[in-house]
């Protein structure tokens, strides 16, 4: 059985897709992995709740707590590193994981970090998707899965939902359409990444 451990920041919906995936009764529905670790850099995200009421072990490495550092993102990384390597896992999964991640942690998990991010990549890296690509007048909207690089919301795209943009759609509603997009794509990626 191949170890998956997923990094979050806040919800949690996409891990608890993930880990729903991996506890599914039904066979033919199965991720076939364990879900060793969630991770958090804040101690008040609220899919940590969700993981322990699911018998998912967790872990928190706040980043505040590195602030004083002479490099505090370079030694939050290396906490975060520490925690993730005692499991071993072949993926690093990222899922609403709200850090810039420092060129040492994407190199030691190169091949095994992903990341979904809520808009047709390559257009609407970084912040409010939604609400930019509503201002474009795009017609479509999505989410994207792709490997983690240095460069932020860059790297190889392994897989992407598209929804269409509805007349009366605001922020909030087209997230939400994308949001459960997403909770179906995320798992099968990571599904066939593990294959
Ligand atoms: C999702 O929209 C994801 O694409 C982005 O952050 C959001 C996380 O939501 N990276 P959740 O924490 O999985 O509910």
Redesign the pocket.
Known sequence: MKNIVIL??????????IVQAAQAEQWAQRLDARISAVISNRPGAQ?LAWAQAHGVATQVVDHTDFAAEPQPREAFDLALMAAIDTHQPHLVV?????RILTPGFVAHYAGRLV????SLLPAFTGLRTHERALQAGCQFAG?TVHRVTNELDHGEILAQAVVPVLDDDTADTL?ER??AQ?HVMYPRVVAQLLK
């Open positions: 979050i920041s806040g919800n949690g919906s996409n891990m608890a897709a899919g990222l899922a609403g994981f709200m990341n979904i991010h809520p989410a997230a994308v949001l997403e």
